[in-house]
C-alpha cells in the first residue's frame, strides 16, 4: 500500500512571520492526522525558520529546488547538503514553472534528481503537459517524454524511493483542475511506463501525487482514485485551513 503524501509548494510567497505562521499552524493541526505524509516546500530564505516551526510534528520539510554539484562557485545556487543540512527531506525537482518560466531541462532535471537522491534526499519530479500539446492529443508523449529523461539512468530501487507530481500546466494557478478521469488517465499510464522501463514491483512503489489547482472541495474526488496517492498543492497549501481542508480529503 502507497502512503498518501500531501505537499504544500509554497513557491515566492509570504514573509517570514507569516511562514512560520502557518507552519506553527499547520504542526498543530497535524497532530491529529495519521497514515499520512504530509511536507511544506517555503522559499529557501525560510527553510530554517520553517525548519525549527516544524521540528518533531508531522510536517516534514522540503526544497522547491536545489542545484546539481556538491559545492563552489556557483553563486545563487543551493547544494543538497546545504537542505539536508537545514533538516530538508524532500526537494521538488522540475516544477514547471522551473521547466517554462526559468528554461531548466530535462537533462537539468536529471542531474538534479540522481544528485538529491545521492544526499539522501526523497526527489518530487514533476511533469506535466502544456495546453495546447493536450489539445494536440499529445499529453502521453510527452509524459513519456519528460520520465525518460528526467530520470534516466536510476536504478529501479532508487525510481520506487521517488515520489512525482503529474502537474498539468494549463491546471497550476489557474482554478481549473483536470478531471478526476484525466487525471488517473495520466497516473495510471505513468505506471504503466514505470513497469514497462523497471518491473511492475516498482511501478506500485512509486507514489504519484496531482498537482494543479487541488483545493478542499475537489481533493476527495482526486483523491480517491486508485492511482492518485496525494496532491502537491499550491494556492491552497498557503491557508491553514485550506490545505487541512485537503489532507482531510482523503478520510472521505
Ligand atoms: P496550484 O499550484 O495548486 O496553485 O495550482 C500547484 C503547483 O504548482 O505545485
Redesign the pocket.
Known sequence: MRRPFIAG?WKMNLDRASAVALAEGLAKQAEAVDDVDLAVCPPSVYLDAVGKAVAGSKVALGAQNMYHEAEGAFTGEISAAMLNDLGCRYVILG?SERRHVLGETDADINKKVHVALAGGLTPIVCVGELLEEREAGKTLEVIRTQFDGSLAGLSGDQVARLVIAY?PVW???TGKVATPEQAEEVHLDLRKIIADRYNEEVAQAVRIQY????KPDNAAELLQQPNIDGA?????SLKVDSFMGIVAGLGG
Do not use: D, K, Q, R
Not at 498537482?211 to 487541488?214: L, R, T
Open positions: 509548494n516544477h502537474e491546471a497550476i494557478g498537482g494543479g489547482s487541488v502537491l498543492v499550491g494556492g491552497a
